[in-house]
Nanobody
Framework: QVQLVESGGGSVQAGGSLRLSCAASGYTYNVNLNCMAWFRQAPGKEREGVGAAYIGGGNGGTSYADSVKGRFSISHDNAKNTVYLQMNSLKPEDTAMYYC?????????????????WGQGTQVTVSS
């Protein structure tokens, strides 16, 4: 079973930066992760995708929600089985619980039900 552990959340003022990390462990030979992504969920709102990275080979492309393009950047370290989310120019509306997710099958879109594994989440709070 794959475990995902997030870290790096915290409180920051608007305009500040945070870097989230998600370490994957518990791989077995028959688990081939294709995509890792970050989602977020604010109180009273649905979980939404933030950034995703192809990790199963190919060009290792990334994708972002429109609301974070130009401010957030996702990257992956294959050697460490870790995905990062660099968040710059943070806004109060970025306040949410941030979750790391991973999926086995092809496709890297922000569809919550597609993802097989989830972390426990890390809180990000941005004050104005």
């Amino acid at each position: 079973q794959v475990q995902l552990v997030e870290s790096g959340g915290g409180s920051v003022q608007a305009g500040g930066s945070l870097r989230l990390s998600c370490a994957a462990s518990g791989y077995t030979y028959n688990v081939n992760l294709n995509c890792m992504a970050w989602f977020r969920q604010a109180p009273g709102k649905e979980r939404e995708g933030v950034g995703a990275a192809y990790i199963g080979g190919g060009n290792g492309g990334t994708s972002y929600a429109d609301s974070v393009k130009g401010r957030f950047s996702i990257s992956h370290d294959n050697a460490k089985n870790t995905v990062y989310l660099q968040m710059n120019s943070l806004k109060p509306e970025d306040t949410a619980m941030y979750y790391c997710a991973a999926k086995r099958n092809s496709g890297c879109k922000f569809v919550v039900s597609w993802y097989n594994y989830w972390g426990q989440g890390t809180q990000v709070t941005v004050s104005s």
